[in-house]
């Protein structure tokens, strides 16, 4: 089993920045690719961007493109999401996903799902 725990969210202006965490726990030996996914209302949950094991590859979804960067740190089982030039197109639920696939950007692919964290951007 792995549990799969966010924090950061929170409610910020356009243009601000903050920082997701996602802190992995249980068999994480298991766990290749590493995801953000978000969810807003209405929508269905989309990917945002995903990382390989190693860190050397990386994915991100066209609309985060050059604001955001996805990060891991396997010695303490956590993987980031540092998102700048936030917009209000950006608010949505924001969901951390692990998976037992190297190279993963499909929903599907992904196995582990953390609760969510909120994030909300608005002036």
């Known amino acids: 089993q792995v549990q799969l725990v966010e924090s950061g969210g929170g409610l910020v202006q356009p243009g601000a920045s903050l920082r997701l965490s996602c802190a992995a726990s249980?068999?994480?030996?298991?766990?290749?690719?590493m995801g953000w996914f978000r969810q807003a209302p209405g929508k269905e949950r989309e990917v945002v961007a995903a990382?390989?094991?190693?860190?050397?590859?990386?994915y991100y979804a066209d609309p985060v493109k050059g604001r955001f960067t996805i990060s891991r740190d396997n010695a303490r089982n956590t993987v980031y999401l540092q998102m700048n030039n936030l917009k209000p197109d950006d608010t949505a639920v924001y969901y951390c996903?692990?998976?037992?696939?190297?190279?993963?950007?499909?929903?599907?692919?992904?196995?582990?799902w953390g609760q969510g964290t909120q994030v909300t951007v608005s002036s």
């Open positions: 996903a692990a998976s037992n696939v190297q190279y993963a950007i499909r929903r599907g692919q992904y196995g582990y």
């Open positions: 249980g068999q994480t030996n298991r766990l290749y690719g």
């Open positions: 990382i390989n094991r190693g860190g050397a590859w990386t």
